[in-house]
Structure formats: structure tokens, C-alpha cells
């Protein structure tokens, strides 16, 4: 069984600062890639952020210059460092990694249960 867990989330102000995690637990044999996805009401989920095992990263135009996505490898962690708030990044933030366990040794996408991220004055 592997889980993610989420957290972070919260309300802030326009130009606020909020830092998610997802930790990744479980059977885990190796994990591959990781990322940060969101969905806002009436929209379709979209990537917000995604980093390789080996520390490459890949962003949303939308977020470029703002979140940073980081990984510890040794906690089986991801990270999005989120800067400069816009209302529009409003939306339930979903953790993502593609992990083999050790029960099927093959690369499977798992998901977190979301976070909500309110930006709101």
C-alpha cells in the first residue's frame, strides 16, 4: 500500500507566501517522478509542477518565476514553494508521483487527497 499526504494548504493574502508538502509512504521500492497539480471550480485539473528523480523540473507558464518545486529524496517528500499569490491560484492542490512498490515492482501514478489553496484579501 503507498499513500501520499498532503499538506500546507490554506488561506492568504494577494502576494502572500504558502509552502505545500507531500510525503509519500508505504511499500515503496523506488520513486520516479513527482509533481503538483490543481483544479479550480469549473476547470479541469492542470500541472502545476513536476521534478525527475534526478532533480529536473517542468513548469506551468502560469507559475513560472513564482513556485519552485523541490524534492528530498531521503523522505520520500516533494515540496512547492509558492510566492506571490494571485487569486487565481485558487484551487485544490493534488500531489502526484509515479512510485513502483515493492508488491508489483512497476511504475504506478499515485495521488494525494488535496489540498485547498484560498487567495483571497
Known amino acids: 500500500q503507498v499513500q501520499l499526504v498532503e499538506s500546507g494548504g490554506g488561506l492568504v493574502q494577494p502576494g502572500g507566501s504558502l509552502r505545500l508538502s507531500c510525503a509519500a509512504s508505504?511499500?515503496?521500492?523506488?520513486?520516479?517522478?513527482m509533481g503538483w497539480y490543481r483544479q479550480a471550480p469549473g476547470k479541469e485539473r492542470e500541472l502545476v509542477a513536476a521534478?525527475?528523480?534526478?532533480?529536473?523540473?517542468n513548469y506551468a507558464d502560469s507559475v513560472k518565476g513564482r513556485f519552485t518545486i523541490s524534492r528530498d529524496n531521503a523522505k520520500n517528500t516533494v515540496y512547492l514553494q509558492m510566492n506571490s499569490l494571485k487569486p487565481e491560484d485558487t484551487a485544490v492542490y493534488y500531489c502526484?508521483?509515479?512510485?513502483?512498490?515493492?508488491?508489483?515492482?512497476?511504475?504506478?501514478?499515485?495521488w494525494g487527497q488535496g489540498t485547498q489553496v484560498t487567495v483571497s484579501s
Open positions: 502526484n508521483a509515479d512510485i513502483a512498490s515493492y508488491r508489483t515492482y512497476r511504475s504506478l501514478p499515485y
Open positions: 521534478i525527475t528523480s534526478g532533480g529536473s523540473t
Open positions: 508505504g511499500s515503496i521500492f523506488v520513486i520516479y517522478a
